[in-house]
């Protein structure tokens, strides 16, 4: 009897243990990684700004991954560009703008940014002197939320 016991007891402390683990695990470990456009990936003519709204929530640290071949004799260039404020993004004015992976680092497993910031990132394609982004709509915003909000 006395064993029995012990031994919810110890199947008890193990529950305990469990539960604790789970609540001290850091937020970020829950962080999910997205392929920006999914198989469509980073090309002119898909609405960005649909994917972002399918896709969404994004919390804070998950990874979106810009995937893009490397231009040649038949593929076209892509880049990605973060523009400083609303106004700029709006008319694809890449002037101040600042790249974050250029032509050839879409190639392969894709180039990845981590979602550090909660603050507005404006992405857009700086190619063809910001045509991709007015006319190809190679552009979005995502704005990180907290991570604690994730409700999965
Ligand atoms: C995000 O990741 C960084 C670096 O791994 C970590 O220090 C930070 O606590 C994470 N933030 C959240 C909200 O998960
Ligand atoms: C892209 O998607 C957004 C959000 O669904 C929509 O408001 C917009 O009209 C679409 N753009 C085009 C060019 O279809
Ligand atoms: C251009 O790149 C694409 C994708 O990487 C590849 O499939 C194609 O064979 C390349 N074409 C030439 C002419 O090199
Ligand atoms: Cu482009």
Not at 92 to 115: D, R, Y
Not at 116 to 132: A, L, Q, S
């Amino acid at each position: 009897m006395a064993e029995a016991r012990s031994g919810a007891a110890l199947v008890a402390a193990a529950a305990v243990v469990a539960l604790l683990v789970l609540a001290l695990a850091p937020e970020g470990s829950r962080a999910e990684r997205f392929i920006v456009g999914d198989a469509a990936r980073w090309t002119w003519g898909y609405n960005y700004t649909d994917w972002v709204i399918k896709k969404g929530p994004f919390f804070q640290n998950d990874t979106l991954v810009f995937m893009y071949d490397p231009p040649n004799a038949t593929v076209h260039a892509h880049s990605v560009y973060m523009m400083r404020n609303a106004a700029d993004y709006q008319s694809c004015n890449l002037k101040a703008a600042k790249l974050v992976a250029g032509v050839t680092q879409g190639a392969g497993s894709g180039f990845e940014f981590v979602l550090t910031k909660r603050k507005k990132h404006y992405f857009v394609c700086g190619e063809r002197g910001g045509i991709h982004c007015t006319m190809g709509q190679m552009k979005f915003i995502v704005k990180p939320k907290s991570s604690a909000c994730r409700d999965d």
